[in-house]
Every structure is written in structure tokens, then in C-alpha cells.
């Protein structure tokens, strides 16, 4: 992974899931008993490397989670986070904007932004590697990795496990990394939303699909919320109000019933409470939306720290 860009899911083999793993864990746990992970690291001046963040698009967890990340590791983060105090106002192009950030040679760049098909070519093409940190409605690989290793905490394992998304999988880029992270870490992916939410991609075809959500929390070990996304929705609406929606797709207290003692509840954030999941469900002792968030820091910055080739003192 050393030097190599991190753009979606596919790109991860089975051993690479486990170094990103174990190195998660390392720093987990030395964080827990010292409060810093960055004496396991071996690098000499981290303090001069330089992480660039170009968001184009909202964020709380991702942007904080990897500035978090590379200041635990020592390493400095620089951010474009708020398009409208930048030249993109003036009229440059987005994929400009990456182009010149790249020319400001930081050693790594993070980047958000929605759907934009010249983008997409550009990070291909700059100097520097790139993380995808959410493209549009394609993937979000580092939100499937952090999801995955809650899993594994709290599940102790991936294979075989019977994961349930429910919601907005159209307009879900955290959906389809999932689905191809789970499936590869042997996971089986089902799913429960409304005709208009339906997947749509090839990777999706012969998924199941729950229309009953009651029947889908029963068959599942994991149950992932996601979203409605709006601002993804066309003029025109989604065909149906969210009182509709909350009435067959939230999790409250009543669906719960039909699932597991020891299952997990996940939810990428950020949850729309009432919409997608109730507080109940949110205060439920299987709920781990906030735990997802804290192992969010440790799976970025074993990502970091790999693709800088950093090594570490044990694994
Ligand atoms: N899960 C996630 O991507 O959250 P943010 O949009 O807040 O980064």
C-alpha cells in the first residue's frame, strides 16, 4: 500500500484488511493504556509531513477523524474544507483546485466531493496519493474499514456474519463500499429499503432484498441504518413523505424486539434521529454509533500510516 492511492473497497485484498487491521488495534490499544500511539511508530520527523484535506462537501467525522488521526502520529494536516472562502468561487474547477494543492507537494491528500466524472480522472493522474474520504454517491472505502473492524470488536469475527443495510442505499456510497468489504471479508449482505432507495448498481444484483424490516432484523447480526439523503434526492422528490418512511424503514424500540440479544446496531452518521433511528435504539446497549466513530481515528490512522510506509515497533 506504500505510495498507492486509496480509492474504493475493491482495491483491498484479504491481507491488506488485516495489516490495516492489526494496526488499528495496536494503536487501540496503546491509546487506551498511554493516551498516544505515536511511540509504536518508527519515523524520523513526522512533524514535516504534511496531510492536505480537500473537502468539497460537509463533513464532521471524516475531516476531524483523519486530522485527529495524523496528530496522534505527529504528522500535520492542512485543510480546504469550506469551498465558499475558496477560488472555487472565482470559477476554477474543482479538479484545478486538486492540481494545485498537489503542486503545494503535500505527501498526502484526502479528498470529498460530490459526483464529478473529470474529478475522478484527475486524482488519478496527481503526484501525491489520495484517500477517498466520500465521493459522491460511489464509495466511502475508509467508513466500510472502520465499519468492518467494529464488526469484528464486537462480533469477533466477519465471516459468516448476515449484515442488514437499511435506508437510502441508492444515493449510498457508504453502501457499496460495505457490500464489497463485507462480501470479501465473507460476509453475507442483505437489504431493506423503499422500491425508490433500491440499489441500482451490477454489484447489488442478486442481493437480498427484505421488504418487511421486522423479517430483515430477524435474519440479521448487524443492522446498518443509513441516511436519507436528501440533498442527493432529485427536484422532483422521492415519491413518498418521511412520516411514510419512518413508519416501515426507522428502527424503534418495536423493531428491536425482533433482533438479537448479541447483535450490533451501526450507522455511519450522521443519524437523523426520529428519521432513521429512534433514541432509544440510539441508547440501546447494542447500538455502536459512537463507538464506530472512536475506532474511525485508529482505522485512519493505520491507513496513514501505511500508506506513508511508516513501520511500526510491534504488530
Ligand atoms: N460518516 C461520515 O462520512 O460522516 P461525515 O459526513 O460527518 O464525515
Not at 182 to 202: H, T
Not at 271 to 288: P, Y
Request: charged fraction near 25%; proline fraction near 3%.
Amino acid at each position: 500500500m506504500v505510495g498507492e492511492s486509496f480509492l474504493s473497497s475493491e482495491q483491498l485484498s484479504e491481507k491488506d484488511i488485516e495489516q490495516i487491521f492489526s494496526r488499528a488495534t495496536l494503536f487501540k490499544r496503546e491509546f487506551e493504556s498511554k493516551q498516544r500511539f505515536d511511540h509504536v511508530v518508527k519515523g524520523e520527523a513526522l512533524h514535516q509531513k504534511v496531510i492536505a484535506l480537500v473537502f468539497s462537501e460537509p463533513s464532521t467525522r471524516t475531516r476531524l477523524s483523519f486530522q485527529v488521526a495524523a496528530s496522534r502520529l505527529g504528522i500535520k494536516t492542512v485543510a480546504l474544507d469550506n469551498p465558499s472562502s475558496a477560488s472555487i468561487t472565482k470559477g476554477e474547477t474543482l479538479e484545478d483546485t486538486f492540481r494545485n494543492i498537489a503542486a503545494m507537494l503535500p505527501d498526502l491528500m484526502v479528498v470529498r466531493y460530490n459526483t464529478n466524472f473529470e474529478a475522478d480522472a484527475v486524482i488519478r493522474e496527481l503526484p501525491c496519493p489520495i484517500i477517498n474520504g466520500g465521493i459522491g454517491t460511489a464509495e466511502h472505502p475508509t467508513q466500510a474499514l472502520l465499519d468492518a473492524f467494529t464488526i469484528l470488536e464486537n462480533r469477533k469475527q466477519i465471516k459468516g456474519e448476515k449484515v442488514l443495510i437499511v435506508g437510502d442505499i441508492a444515493h449510498s456510497r457508504v453502501a457499496n463500499s460495505n457490500l464489497m468489504l463485507l462480501r470479501r471479508l465473507g460476509a453475507e449482505v442483505a437489504y431493506c429499503s423503499p422500491p425508490q432507495f433500491e440499489p441500482k448498481g451490477d454489484n447489488w444484483k442478486g442481493v437480498r432484498n427484505f421488504g418487511d424490516l421486522n423479517a430483515g432484523m430477524e435474519w440479521a447480526t448487524v443492522v446498518m441504518g443509513l441516511r436519507v439523503q436528501k440533498e442527493r434526492h432529485q427536484s422532483e422528490g422521492i415519491g413518498f413523505s418521511m412520516a411514510e418512511y419512518r413508519e416501515k424503514f426507522r428502527l424503534g424500540g418495536d423493531q428491536l424486539k425482533h433482533f438479537r440479544s448479541d447483535g450490533i446496531l451501526l450507522h455511519p452518521g450522521p443519524v437523523i434521529r426520529g428519521i432513521e433511528f429512534s433514541a432509544f435504539v440510539l441508547n440501546d446497549k447494542r447500538c455502536k454509533v459512537i463507538d464506530q466513530v472512536t475506532n474511525g481515528v485508529f482505522v485512519r490512522a493505520s491507513l496513514i500510516s501505511l500508506v506513508l510506509g511508516l513501520e511500526v515497533l510491534k504488530s
